[in-house]
């Protein structure tokens, strides 16, 4: 009889815990919705974009089952390759307008050359109802100089640092928070490492990516770049804290069954 009082009291305790860690964690759950999204792991080997409704231009990019591959580095001549997304829902990304983020994950494997001609090597870019913005992923910024490690880097003529001191010899995240106060936050596998006024990284929009993200190599121009991309996502909230990891949501769906199980009990 002892026996089973304690284990009613042991199963009646991790109810409570755990429907106490849901209900905290659901406020967090339900602060971000994510609005688009590739991810090269979950679309599996041999799929790219294009199987999403993503738009190609330029050379295919190959997915190895954790990965699209952006190499064009043996091909003669200078090649483009990249993938436009879908439309995003009406109002995303609008100058002044709400709070959005946008996040990537990444891996330079050779250089862009720090000329202003190679913004477009290695890059995401996207437009709001204003401008253009992109940033171009360097995996050396001074290239023969001293600096050994990487950056994220804003700017078209020329590059502006946004992210520094990465070191490249592993993917990391990329999480661009854009507040409606015209900033853009950058942060570093879930850190904030600058913030910068829109009207620093602002370009003139020529309707490309209206409302949409792209990224890739964007041109012909200066060198191809080798590296990965593992995946992109639209958010709309502009802090990845606000983003729940996926062990929340196994926590509710816990939660949601030991309460099923206790009213059956």
């Not at 304690?6 to 602060?31: H, I, P």
Request: net charge negative; aromatic share 12%.
């Amino acid at each position: 009889m002892r026996k089973g009082i304690g284990m009613k009291l042991f199963m009646r305790t991790m109810v409570g815990a755990a429907f106490v860690a849901a209900l905290l964690l659901a406020g967090q759950t339900q602060a971000a919705t994510k609005l688009l999204e590739f991810d090269a792991a979950a679309a599996g080997a041999g799929n790219t974009p294009t199987s999403q409704g993503w738009t190609q231009f330029g050379s295919a990019m190959t997915n190895n089952g954790s990965f699209l591959l952006q190499d064009n580095t043996g091909v003669g001549g200078e090649q483009s390759g990249e993938y436009l997304s879908p439309l995003l829902p009406v109002g995303t990304f609008v100058d002044g307008g709400s709070d959005y983020g946008i996040e990537f994950r990444t891996k330079p494997r050779t250089d862009v050359p720090f000329i202003g001609s190679a913004w477009g090597n290695m890059y995401l870019y996207w437009e709001d109802d204003q401008w253009s913005y992109n940033v171009t992923i360097d995996l050396d910024p001074d290239d023969a100089g001293p600096v050994t490690t990487g950056s994220i880097v804003y700017g078209q003529g020329s590059f502006s640092p946004a992210i520094t001191g990465i070191d490249w010899s592993v993917p990391h995240d990329i999480f661009i928070g854009y507040r409606s106060g015209a900033v853009f936050d950058f942060y570093l596998d879930g850190a904030i490492q600058s913030t910068v006024v829109s009207g620093s990284i602002a370009r003139t929009r020529n309707g490309f990516a209206d409302n949409r993200v792209d990224f890739g190599d964007g041109t012909t121009a200066a060198t191809d770049v080798a590296g990965e991309w593992h995946f992109v996502r639209v958010w709309d909230v502009n802090d990845p804290a606000l983003i729940p990891e996926p062990g929340t949501i196994c926590l509710m769906g816990l939660a949601a069954l030991m309460m099923l199980t206790r009213r059956r009990s």
